[in-house]
């Protein structure tokens, strides 16, 4: 018989926690994109093409930021201070 895994609040943080640093990551990846593409040998308007794209995923990026911090704070009732 299989035993049952039981999975508290503390483990779904934990979970939560390891998608936002993911998501701190990616926007790092994205950083480093675009420090990449100014020094390219792309056109202008090739650049600024990309540039816009990237903008684009890193806001989508900070959105997930966003909800997991509300999961977050579901799953745990804690808060961050306003202090």
């Known amino acids: 018989m299989e035993e049952d895994i039981k ?5 779904i943080a934990n979970i939560i926690e390891e998608n936002m640093k993911a998501e701190a990551d ?8 675009l420090q990449c593409l100014k020094n ?7 650049k600024e093409a990309i ?3 990237i903008y684009e995923i ?3 990026e900070l959105n997930h930021q ?3 911090k509300m999961l977050y704070t579901m ?3 804690i808060k961050e ?3």
């Open 7 to 11: 999975i508290n609040k503390l483990n």
């Open 26 to 33: 990616a926007i790092t990846d994205y950083n480093n994109f």
């Open 40 to 46: 390219s040998t792309l056109s202008k308007t090739q």
């Open 51 to 53: 540039e816009k794209e």
């Open 58 to 60: 890193i806001g989508d």
């Open 66 to 68: 966003d909800r997991l």
């Open 75 to 77: 799953v745990t009732s």
């Open 81 to 83: 201070n306003k202090e």
